[in-house]
């Protein structure tokens, strides 16, 4: 029997918190797989936000995008190009405590330029910013790659951050030799 991959739990984990119909994040499109996951878990009526610095992981994620929702359908999803500590000022006022899932995965883009990554204070903003987005429910999939250069510094901090969650929030961590992830869930 084969041991899960984290990113199968997580996936479950967004599946058991998000509707058709709902709203979602992707904060770190990347190479748009969680992005496309994203927008057909919500789809048809749901919408899905894409955010992410470089604009060779938006174009990949719109190539993804394309082979389902060719653009004369018109995909659920809107693409930023935009760091995740910009999801106060990207996302909708009136999606505020309504979304159902934001994911996160954090390090570079697989393919990428490697010295591009994300980094604990841009992060740390991001979690802040996405805590108050989630409707009762909702859920924060983050997955924290370790074994890249900076990585260890972000992955501490992280850990200090969600340790540091109390009250309405659910911190479930997952470890493995090599990422971790964190979900956490917003109780009420």
Not at 47 to 69: C, E, F, H, P, S
Not at 140 to 164: C, F, K, T
Request: aromatic letters at 6%.
């Amino acid at each position: 029997m084969r041991p899960v991959r984290l990113t199968e739990v997580a996936r479950q984990a967004v599946c058991d918190a998000l509707c058709p119909g709902d709203l979602a994040i992707d904060a770190t499109v990347g190479n748009g797989h969680d992005t496309r996951f994203l927008a057909e878990t919500v789809a048809p009526d749901g919408k899905v936000l894409g955010l992410d610095v470089q604009q060779a992981a938006l174009d990949a994620t719109r190539v993804r995008l394309n082979a389902i929702w060719p653009s004369s359908r018109g995909s659920p999803v809107d693409l930023f190009r935009c760091g995740h500590e910009q999801l106060r000022r990207t996302v909708p006022p009136d999606w505020h405590g309504r979304v159902g899932a934001v994911m996160f995965n954090l390090g570079y883009l697989p393919g990428g330029d490697k010295t591009l990554i994300t980094r604990r204070e841009t992060t740390l903003a991001a979690l802040d910013q996405a805590l108050p987005l989630l409707r009762p429910g909702g859920l924060i999939s983050l997955m924290v790659y370790r074994g890249h250069p900076g990585a260890q510094d972000e992955a501490d901090a992280i850990s200090q951050w969600a340790l540091g969650l109390t009250g309405n929030f659910e911190v479930t961590h997952h470890d493995s030799p090599g990422p971790c992830l964190y979900l956490i869930e917003r109780r009420c």
